[in-house]
């Protein structure tokens, strides 16, 4: 996965936000439009919309951009700095298994996962699926237990990617036709006929889409919250053979030689690009 890009109301507070408690790194700005992220990778891509209007409620778009951490360490410090500098973004926090994952809401009200994965040796799989659950995960005792000295006076020391980015949908089948069906991920797991999760490679999600907030909901007007989101494909030959694949469904594109832009059924805009 690559970068999320969110069209922003109030870029400076949102700027400092990302940067200050999710420990992110301005790696850019170009007048309304900031990147942040860690090392040379882009996370999020702020961009400044304030003739916008917020997201009409249960609505499509982005439910939450996963943040994925390499050491438990980092990701307590990651957390530990969320809490401190804006304890009311903190919505919660689960051990899912496969991941430990802590849960909050940026000022403008764009859902946010900040987690750790276990070692893919310890997933367990059934028939092609993952199993994951939602149990109870302390903050306070992880924070306690992996926060450093070090992470504490450098939290934004280390690397971090976005790991899966999850969409709210009005229909899960609809989903699994799109992203599955034609964009070509494979589906990991599901709940019931409210969530779908899928990936690429074994991974346990890349993308996942739920009904929770957003059942029946419709195409997105243009509003504030999710841009686009960005999937990262090997070579521009992989490129050029899902723009023939999503020809063949019948699927509108946007290809430029370099990226291939669509739109899946409720107007969430992709980009894929080449590593």
């Known amino acids: 996965m690559g970068a999320v890009t969110l069209r922003v109301g109030n870029l400076d507070a949102m700027i400092a936000y990302y940067r200050d408690a999710v420990t992110l790194t301005v790696l850019s700005q170009d007048g309304p439009v900031a990147v942040l992220g860690r090392g040379n990778t882009p996370i999020v891509i702020l961009q400044h919309a304030p003739e916008l209007a917020a997201a009409e409620p249960r609505s499509s778009g982005l439910f939450h951009t996963a943040i994925l951490f390499d050491t438990q360490a980092q990701l ?10 804006h304890p009311g973004t ?3 926090s689960a051990d899912h298994l ?4 802590f849960y909050f809401t940026d000022p403008e009200g764009n859902g946010i996962e900040l987690y750790w994965d276990r070692e893919r040796t310890a997933w367990t799989w059934t028939h092609g699926q993952v199993e994951m659950a939602t149990l109870y995960l302390d903050p306070n005792a992880f ?9 504490q006076a450098d939290p934004s020391a280390g690397h971090a990617i976005v790991g899966h980015v ?8 609809t989903a699994h036709e799109f992203y599955v ?9 599901s709940l019931g006929g409210a969530a779908l999760f899928v990936s690429a490679g074994g991974y346990h999600h890349h993308m996942a889409m739920n009904t929770w907030n957003s059942s029946g909901s419709g195409r997105r007007r243009l509003a504030l919250g999710l841009g686009q989101v960005d999937i990262i494909l090997p ?3 992989d490129i050029g053979a899902l723009d ?29 690009r080449a590593r």
């Not at 307590?76 to 969320?82: D, K, P």
């Not at 496969?98 to 994952?101: E, G, R, Y």
């Not at 924070?143 to 992470?151: K, M, Q, S, V, W």
């Open 235 to 237: 070579t521009v030959d």
């Open 76 to 85: 307590a410090a990651a957390v530990y700095s969320v809490g401190t500098k």
């Open 90 to 92: 903190f919505t919660g």
């Open 181 to 189: 069906g034609r964009l070509g991920f494979e589906a990991t797991a």
């Open 244 to 272: 023939e694949r999503m020809n063949h469904f019948g699927v509108a594109t946007r290809h430029d030689g370099q990226t291939l832009g669509l739109d899946d059924p409720w107007g969430n805009q992709i980009v894929v």
């Open 166 to 173: 999850h969409l709210s949908v009005g229909h899960v089948a």
């Open 98 to 101: 496969v991941s430990q994952a």
């Open 143 to 151: 924070i306690g237990e992996h926060l450093t000295e070090a992470g």
